[in-house]
C-alpha cells in the first residue's frame, strides 16, 4: 500500500500540468459588452463560454484564463503568446502572418460609420466617398480598409472601455466628422444604447461586406485548433446578437 501511495505521488509529479487556455474579447457591443469582465459578457462571450470553452474542458480538461487590455496590446499579446485565443477580429495580409484563424468567419456585415443626424437626411446608408477629405475615429489596432488611402480619409484612434461614448463625442462637438466600425450592428448598438440624439449610424455599403473571425495564437496546439473550429462550424447557427 505504502508502495502504491508512494508510486502515485511520483506519477503526479512527472505529469506535466495542462496549461490554462488564455482568452480575450475585443469591446464591440451588442456582440462584445464589456471586455474587461471576467469572464467578457455579452453575445459573444455567452456562445464562446457555452458552445466552445465548456467542450473544450471536458475534451482536453483545460481551464479557461480570461484576459483584457487595449484591443491593441492584445494584438500584440496574441503574437507574443501571451494569450491563446482572441474574438473577434478582421483577417489582414498582415495579421495572417502572425496569427492564425478560425476555418470560417463568425460574423459578415457591411460598415457602420456614426455621423451627425442631419448626414444624408433620412437614409441609413452612405458612400464611402461622402467621407472624402474628412476625419473618421476608431479603435486603436484597428485595420484601416484601403479606401481610406484612396479618399484621402484621415483618422484619430483611441483606446479604453469606453472608447465608443468618447467618440461619438467627438462627433457630437463636430471635432471628427465619424466613428468607423468594421460591423454596422456595433455602430447602432453604440448609438441606441448611449441614446444620442444628434447621432445615427449610417451602414457603408458600396465596399466588400468584413468578416470578423475568432483568432489563434500560432503557438495554440493544433489539436485545440482544430477542435475549435468544429464547435464553431457546429454550433455557430444558434448564435444571436442581443444587448
Excluded at 18 to 38: C, K, S, T, Y
Excluded at 116 to 129: D, L, R, T
Amino acid at each position: 500500500m505504502k508502495f502504491v501511495f508512494l508510486f502515485l505521488i511520483f506519477f503526479s509529479l512527472s505529469c506535466p500540468a495542462i496549461e490554462p487556455l488564455r482568452v480575450a474579447a475585443v469591446q464591440g457591443p451588442p456582440h462584445v459588452m464589456n471586455a474587461e469582465a471576467n469572464p467578457a459578457q455579452g453575445s459573444g462571450p455567452d456562445f464562446m463560454i457555452k458552445y466552445v470553452f465548456s467542450e473544450l474542458k471536458k475534451k482536453f480538461k483545460i481551464d479557461v484564463v480570461w484576459k483584457s487590455s487595449p484591443f491593441k496590446r492584445e494584438l500584440r499579446d496574441l503574437e507574443n503568446n501571451q494569450i491563446d485565443v482572441l474574438f473577434f477580429i478582421v483577417k489582414t495580409p498582415e495579421r495572417e502572418k502572425v496569427f492564425d484563424y478560425s476555418a470560417e468567419p463568425f460574423i459578415s456585415e457591411h460598415a457602420g460609420i456614426i455621423v451627425p443626424k442631419h448626414f444624408h437626411k433620412g437614409k441609413n446608408f452612405a458612400s464611402i466617398s461622402d467621407f472624402a477629405g474628412k476625419t473618421v475615429g476608431l479603435m486603436a489596432g484597428a485595420s484601416m480598409p484601403p479606401e481610406f488611402k484612396q479618399y484621402k480619409i484621415k483618422t484619430i484612434t483611441l483606446s479604453g472601455i469606453d472608447l465608443g461614448e468618447r467618440l461619438s463625442n467627438l462627433v457630437e462637438t463636430n471635432r471628427i466628422d465619424g466613428v468607423f466600425v468594421h460591423l454596422s450592428s456595433v455602430t447602432r448598438e453604440m448609438v441606441e444604447s448611449h441614446k444620442y440624439p444628434n447621432l445615427k449610424s449610417v451602414e457603408i455599403t458600396d465596399i466588400p461586406m468584413f468578416n470578423v473571425y475568432v483568432a489563434f495564437s500560432k503557438k495554440l496546439s493544433p489539436e485545440i485548433k482544430s477542435e475549435i473550429d468544429s464547435l464553431l462550424k457546429a454550433n455557430r447557427k444558434f448564435y444571436r446578437a442581443k444587448n
